[in-house]
């Protein structure tokens, strides 16, 4: 057996967990009775005594290294004279018992905020008193409230911060545009959605002479944040906290204070505004022939939305048009040298997915009204790619410039994500596949190919999974996706950290000094976690010497952890945000119990099949007992389930019809159940009743757990099918089930559990 090994406990919402590993090798399994005394996120020393079942290191937890301070959230419940609160997240497995005074003012029911006043014991509970109360359960926003605390987004100001950008000036002063270029003649126009509060980017251009041809004069002009958010000031610190701005349906937690958000750095309309501009010299085939940068204050001509502009762009002569004639041209402008960089994402291959992104219309009260698909228009593309312009510049710049920055840097597929596409493409009898060290255009060349196929969308997924996330990194290994040899973010300084600390580089490049980074907070929990992940996936370098190779001096190690810091919190901004997605898709779908959809398998593992319904872009699971009285056994090399007896397969893109069949709020989870033909309404209510008639043995059963991986139940699952109750009547079923599903639907809820 291996010797103490250290990690962080990740507790699973059915009771077991397991030690996520320092050094990158395999998790270790923790049984229920090894996480009683220990909570998630808690830092250990453990030792592996076993192999279970499945064959995964088994282990004990010999000592506790850390427990985080970590508030937990969760509803306050009363039972049988006992207070406790019960987790809003499962993985910390035990309710936290809430000493008779340390309720505070919260009321039964109530969600509140718990900070533990002593551990959880081999054969005792957590104790801890309310620190704050969030509402009830059904508050408008609720949703969030529990998200920004889970997740520990910061999402109130310092008093410092809000003081300082109390004290900035309302609007742009003659002494501020000194050292400045004085573009308010040029018509720059901001182009967003129709929701958009803050503007941080603007564009022009108009034909132009390149070289010895015809081209384009493309300006992208940025907000300049950093005029007014001085390094190590107290905005920059809490900027540097949030790292990134949080979007949430109805709600943004920004990262820097309104003043400068909305107002005094947002691009507003016909109001002067202190930017950054990159401007540059396209060519007819698309490619950059030249590119300058400099301070410049600018006045926006006219705030377009994206859905404006593809109305003028498809017909010049239309309504949207004529109320806009003055600036028709810029805008046929944009689209030409649009198409002309286009030309060239296609000449260098970069990866161009069709993918559906969906947004949630909320009502007033803060409830789903419906989710629509997010359209993505000409205009989008024409932002899109004068972006991508933009930012391939500056990091060409900070390169040039011999100066330590950020480079948003997304690696080609590991090694082991290669074989299983190599693996995967060769069972699905597609004639291409990708080499050893695989190019973008080989990924666009498949995606082409396939793209008439019926299981197209099942290989495009495939494509993007083995695909690495991108990474903010003063080491530039080029962007693989977009097959860029160094790319950088410096589009939205108002919203992402990363693009402030680009814009300063390039100041201080322009000025022939150096930027210093400043004495900020050290790195918190993200940083760490992000860190041991990335610690496990060094490879061999790549990076060309004449594109910005830098020693790893403590100036570049600061970079290093910047990035770190910048990249976790992009993260935790993402889970933070489907967390909240997740539960308003629960809370709607609740309304939909019984209801039925056709849909298509987004994912298939050995527990089951993820469908994603048609109408309403929900997912849920199809768990494998669901399947049908046969034993299913998951293709890994397919990604897919088979019957081994009708060789039913369920793969990615598969199209099936489903009904709701349960909802579970807290752990954000929607189980469907397959619909067959034939079957009727009263059949249905007796499955719900788990009066169906046995169709599978119990050992056929322990057969689909043994042999498919094993995988617990857990409260994910909508139950096993086969389970019968005492005799009924199918109308006293079905009475039964209406009856249910009414009790849920008045709010009810659920019986706590004891620890």
């Not at 286009?342 to 803060?366: W, Y």
């Not at 510049?393 to 596409?421: N, Q, W, Y």
Request: glycine content about 8%; hydrophobic content about 35%; some cysteine.
């Amino acid at each position: 057996m291996l010797d103490e090994i250290e990690g962080t406990v990740q507790g699973h919402r059915d009771g077991h967990g397991f030690v996520q590993r320092d050094d990158g090798e395999a998790d270790i399994y923790l049984p229920p009775n090894e996480m009683r005394a220990v909570l998630h996120k808690d830092r250990v020393k453990a030792r592996i005594v076993r192999q279970d079942r499945r064959g995964r290191p088994e282990g004990r937890v010999v000592e506790i290294v850390e427990r985080p301070e970590q508030p937990i959230i969760g509803r306050l419940l009363h039972e049988g004279g006992i207070w406790l609160v019960a987790p809003e997240d499962k993985r910390y497995g035990q309710d936290v018992l809430i000493p008779k005074g340390a309720t505070g003012p919260a009321k039964v029911g109530q969600v509140v905020v718990v900070q533990l006043t002593e551990p959880p014991a081999l054969f005792g509970q957590p104790v801890g008193r309310v620190r704050e109360v969030l509402g009830e359960i059904d508050d408008p926003g609720m949703e969030i409230e529990i998200a920004v605390r889970k997740y520990g987004v910061p999402h109130e100001f310092s008093a410092e911060c809000l003081a300082l950008a109390k004290a900035l000036p309302e609007k742009v002063r003659p002494a501020d545009k000194k050292g400045r270029i004085d573009l308010t003649d040029v018509p720059l126009v901001t182009i967003d959605g129709e929701d958009a509060r803050d503007f941080d980017d603007a564009v022009y251009c108009e034909p132009a002479k390149v070289g010895r041809g015809k081209g384009w004069r493309l300006l992208v002009a940025i907000a300049d944040v950093s005029a007014y958010v001085q390094t190590g000031s107290a905005i920059d610190i809490d900027a540097y906290d949030r790292a990134t701005s949080v979007y949430f349906p109805r709600r943004v937690i920004p990262m820097l204070p309104e003043k400068l958000s909305n107002g005094l750095c947002s691009l507003n309309p016909e109001v002067e505004r202190l930017c950054m501009v990159c401007d540059m010299l396209v060519a007819a085939d698309g490619e950059i022939y030249a590119y300058q940068f400099y301070p410049a204050v600018m006045f926006s001509h006219a705030r377009f939305t994206y859905t404006e502009v593809a109305a003028i762009l498809g017909n010049t002569r239309g309504p949207e048009a004529a109320k806009r004639k003055d600036r028709v041209k810029d805008l046929l402008n944009l689209a030409d040298v649009y198409r002309a960089l286009l030309k060239q994402r296609g000449k260098r291959g970069a990866v161009d997915f069709e993918t559906t992104e969906t947004q949630i219309i909320c009502d007033d009260a803060g409830r789903i009204e419906k989710i629509v698909p997010r359209t993505r228009n000409e205009a989008h593309k024409i932002i899109e790619e004068a972006m991508l312009a933009a930012n391939v510049c500056s990091a060409d710049f900070i390169a040039e410039g011999k100066h330590p920055g950020l480079f948003r840097v997304h690696e080609g597929p590991t090694p082991e994500k290669k074989e299983i596409l190599r693996g995967y493409l060769k069972a699905m009898g597609v004639g291409l596949s990708i080499t050893d060290d695989p190019r973008p255009g080989e990924f666009q060349a498949i995606a082409e190919a396939t793209k008439e196929r019926p299981d197209s969308q099942q290989i495009h997924t495939m494509l993007l999974r083995s695909m690495q996330q991108a990474i903010y990194t003063p080491f530039n290994s080029g962007h693989f996706g977009l097959a860029y040899e160094a790319y950088t973010h410096f589009t939205s300084p108002i919203r992402r950290y990363p693009d402030l600390l680009v814009h300063r580089v390039i100041k201080a490049i322009l000025g022939k000094t150096r930027y210093q980074l400043p004495m900020l907070p050290t790195p918190g929990e993200a940083h760490a976690k992000l860190a041991k992940r990335l610690a496990s996936r060094v490879k061999a370098p790549t990076t060309k010497p004449q594109k910005a190779t830098i020693a790893p001096t403590k100036e570049v190690l600061a970079w290093e952890a910047a990035g770190l810091h910048c990249s976790a919190n992009e993260r935790r901004a993402d889970e933070a945000s489907r967390d909240v997605e997740a539960w308003l898709k629960c809370k709607y779908m609740r309304e939909h119990l019984g209801e039925e959809y056709g849909g298509v398998v987004s994912a298939a593992t050995t527990f089951g099949i993820f469908v994603t319904l048609d109408a309403m872009y929900v997912e849920g699971l199809v768990h494998i007992t669901e399947l049908g009285g046969e034993y299913f056994k998951f293709d890994e090399m397919r990604q897919e389930l088979r019957g081994e007896r009708t060789g039913i397969r369920y793969a990615i893109g598969t199209r099936v019809r489903v009904q709701v069949s349960r909802v579970d709020l807290d752990g954000r989870k929607i189980d469907f159940r397959l619909v067959r033909e034939g079957e009727d309404l009263t059949s249905r209510a007796m499955k719900d009743k788990g009066s169906a008639p046995v169709k599978a043995s119990t050992k056929r059963s322990a057969r689909h757990k043994a042999e498919a991986g094993g995988e617990p139940r857990s409260e994910h699952s909508s139950g096993v099918a086969v389970a019968a109750v005492g005799p009924q009547s199918a109308m006293q079923a079905f009475k039964s089930a209406v009856k249910k599903a009414a009790n849920k639907m008045q709010g009810k809820g659920r019986k706590p559990r004891r620890g």
